[in-house]
């Protein structure tokens, strides 16, 4: 039998943060098969309706934000969380001065690793 993984602990003010676009900052914590990002989204930004394999867990944070979700347009706020299932279509404009939303992943977001990461 394998040895165990031991658990780990971070802090969000201490992961880096990586700017993706104006506006646009992420931060990205994973394990061998979960991951979870933090962004920061200035107003007014808008995040093109998309799928992908990846089963996805959105809380939002911060703010209020506007999703595509299948062929719907809801809005959304603090505390609320979402789920797209692998294949679902979905998309989001931020409607606040500043938008945090908490995503999860799973599998882990291979692309989003830089190739020594």
Same mark, same amino acid.
């Given at each position: ?38 962004? $920061? #989204?200035? !107003? &007014?930004? =808008? ?10 867990? *959105? %809380? ?14 809801? $809005? #959304?706020? !603090? &505390?609320? =969380? ?10 989001? *404009? %931020? ?23």
């Amino acid at each position: 039998m394998p040895a165990p993984v031991p658990h780990q602990t971070w802090n969000w003010a201490t992961i880096p943060k990586e700017t993706l676009a104006e506006g646009v900052v992420r931060q990205m914590i994973h394990g061998a098969s979960l991951m979870i990002c933090r962004l $920061t #989204f200035a !107003p &007014g930004t =808008v995040t093109a309706a998309h799928d992908h394999v990846h089963e996805q867990m *959105t %809380m939002i944070e911060k703010g209020r934000v506007r999703f595509v979700v299948g062929s719907e347009e809801k $809005t #959304f706020g !603090p &505390g609320d =969380v979402l789920l797209f299932p692998s294949g679902f279509w979905h998309g989001a *404009t %931020m409607l606040d001065d500043e938008v945090v939303l908490i995503d999860i992943f799973s599998p882990i977001r291979e692309d989003f690793l830089k190739p020594n990461a």
